[in-house]
């Protein structure tokens, strides 16, 4: 048994894999062992997993069909036997000190959990990156009990730049096991966030590195279309709502105001996400009524503080299921963000 487990979900990963795994073989922390997880590629992502577990005793590959990420980090979970998991994406890569720097905190402070900052960076080379640079992370230190709670699952109630995925991040396995109940209720958007707002709500430490030791590939899930968006997003909003009332009673309505600015957002994405669809002009603008006249989207307009973060003409297109007025904001932003995305596109099959 190895002190700590990588968990590598996979699926078409294809060349970037090779990126991913080198990083691991070279951390400077040698008590590891990694698991491939193959959820059913159909690219030679499964022959590259195994190539490199026959080179390399410490990886193993599990390949299984087509599951999801929540499935396949939840199969990681639970095939490793190592005391504290860690998770990297297939096509991202870490700093050589990574797993060096994150068990390093956890022995000095005996924290549940152990976070560093993370690069977003464009394409594999890394020299094109953007950091977090928040103040959670101007310098090392541990936040306990209460502290937890109060500043940083707020960072993901509020949507503030808390990293709220997975990566960059050290995991006691015990509470990985003890969690993710909410993810029943989660296609994908934002199965991170919502599985780390509850075991942050268990840690009784966490300790925070200003290293940015993970390196985040841009791209994802905004370059096509998730048809699972806007159920994610009603449905994380009710997991907010009930976190909200279990632990935040006395700050409810501060808290509240902060979710709603979020589903309130995230709609403008879901907008946009319609255009990445192959629906008709009808379809989409069928499915927009649909946006307007969900419960929870009403009752986020209907509050003025959240309201207020958004154009008046916003506000008032879904107050009026203004759906035209709706469909040309979301194709707007749609058109708007085609530049960047083939821009990324074309540098990211440049660089791996």
Not at 140 to 168: M, Y
Not at 177 to 190: D, E, N, P, T
Not at 258 to 279: A, D, I, P, W
Not at 284 to 292: D, G, M, S, T, V
Request: hydrophobic letters at 35%; a positive charge.
């Amino acid at each position: 048994m190895t002190k700590i487990g990588v968990i590598v979900p996979v699926y078409n990963a294809g060349r970037k894999l090779h990126r991913c795994i080198r990083s691991i073989q070279a951390q400077t922390y040698k008590d590891w062992s990694l698991l491939l997880i193959n959820d059913g590629s159909t690219d030679d992502s499964l022959r590259i997993c195994e190539a490199y577990s026959r080179e390399d005793s410490r990886i193993r590959v599990h390949s299984q069909p087509r599951s999801g990420s929540i499935a396949a980090r939840r199969k990681g979970i639970e095939l490793s036997d190592s005391p504290f998991l860690t998770f990297v994406d297939a096509d991202d890569w870490v700093d050589r000190s990574m797993l060096e720097r994150l068990s390093g905190a956890t022995a000095i402070s005996n924290a549940d959990i152990a976070v560093s900052n993370v690069y977003r960076v464009l394409g594999g080379s890394g020299w094109i990156r953007k950091s977090y640079g928040d103040h959670f992370f101007q310098e090392e230190k541990v936040i306990t009990g209460d502290e937890i709670r109060s500043e940083i699952v707020p960072a993901f109630l509020h949507g503030h730049p808390f990293p709220a995925q997975f990566h960059g991040k050290l995991y006691k396995r015990d509470l990985l096991l003890a969690s993710g109940g909410y993810l029943a209720r989660i296609q994908f958007f934002g199965d991170d966030l919502y599985c780390n707002v509850e075991m942050f709500l268990k840690a009784q430490a966490v300790h925070l590195l200003p290293e940015r030791l993970y390196y985040y590939r841009a791209g994802g899930f905004t370059s096509r279309y998730l048809p699972s968006l806007f159920t994610d997003m009603i449905n994380g909003y009710r997991i907010q709502k009930e976190v909200i009332a279990d632990y935040y009673y006395e700050e409810r309505n501060d808290h509240a105001s902060g979710t709603r600015v979020m589903l309130l957002h995230t709609l403008q994405t879901c907008l946009k996400n319609l255009f990445e669809s192959s629906y008709s002009k009808d379809e989409r603008l069928r499915i927009i009524r649909q946006y307007c006249e969900s419960p929870e989207v009403r009752e986020c307009i209907g509050d003025e503080s959240a309201a207020g973060h958004f154009a008046p003409s916003y506000i008032r297109a879904i107050q009026s299921s203004n759906c035209r007025f709706l469909y040309q904001l979301g194709k707007k932003d749609y058109l708007r963000s085609l530049p960047k995305k083939v821009l990324v596109n074309a540098f990211t099959k440049m660089t791996f």
